[in-house]
């Protein structure tokens, strides 16, 4: 027969403190994380109005500059001037 002695002496639980992670990539059901980027890794897709549209005064300044992700695919016109950068100027 075997006694099970059960052992009340387990190591204490260190917890890891760790500074909140910033989100650097769009959530999965972004539509346009293939194509935009945002500073902050917001979805440009969360920002279209009623017009099916996003532009930069829409958008808060903390995902400002948006990258655009294929140079020539800026289908909300974000990046007026082509360098790849969107709303660059606020
Ligand atoms: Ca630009």
Redesign the pocket.
Same mark, same amino acid.
């Given at each position: 027969m075997t006694n099970c002695t059960a052992t009340s002496s387990n190591p204490p639980t260190t917890t890891t403190t760790r500074p909140p992670t910033t989100t650097t990539t769009a959530p999965a059901g972004c539509s346009t994380k293939t194509v935009y980027k945002a500073k902050n890794g917001a979805c440009v897709a969360s920002y279209v109005d009623g017009t099916g549209d996003v532009d930069c005064g829409q958008l808060p300044s903390a995902m400002k500059p948006v990258s655009v992700l294929n140079p020539g695919n800026d289908p909300y016109q974000l *990046?007026? *001037? =082509? *360098?790849g950068? =969107?709303c660059?100027s606020g």
């Open positions: *990046d007026s *001037d =082509g *360098d950068v =969107g660059e």
